[in-house]
């Protein structure tokens, strides 16, 4: 059996994903253009960077954004725990049921 390794932190979206993603997003904020000015603003910009930059420089970068993602998620929780006291059951099955 031919074993694969899985490593979370590299991507394996492609720019055109990205991109998708960064629409999806716009459109959301686009139902509120008021209250999301500035988020659609940066987001744009986002977006164009991703237009802009070659795929291996794609690749280094949102391969560090994702690696740090999943460390900010947790240090984020762990900040939330200290400061509300929180139900750690309840906060993993938020984490785990978030979609």
């Given at each position: 059996m ?9 991507l394996?979206?492609t ?10 997003v716009?459109e959301?904020?686009?139902k509120?253009p008021?209250?999301?000015a500035?988020?659609?603003?940066a ?11 070659d795929d291996?420089s794609?690749k280094a970068i ?5 690696s740090?993602?999943f ?19 309840k ?7 978030k979609?």
């Amino acid at each position: 059996m031919k074993k694969t390794s899985f490593e979370p932190d590299k991507l394996a979206l492609t720019k055109k994903d990205i991109i998708d993603f960064c629409d999806r997003v716009l459109e959301k904020w686009g139902k509120n253009p008021p209250e999301n000015a500035s988020n659609i603003l940066a987001m744009n910009a986002v977006k164009t960077s991703v237009v802009w930059t070659d795929d291996e420089s794609l690749k280094a970068i949102w391969n560090e954004i994702i690696s740090w993602t999943f460390e900010l998620l947790y240090e984020n929780a762990l900040a939330q725990g200290k400061d509300n006291d929180a139900d750690w059951s309840k906060v993993m099955k938020k984490i785990k049921n978030k979609k």
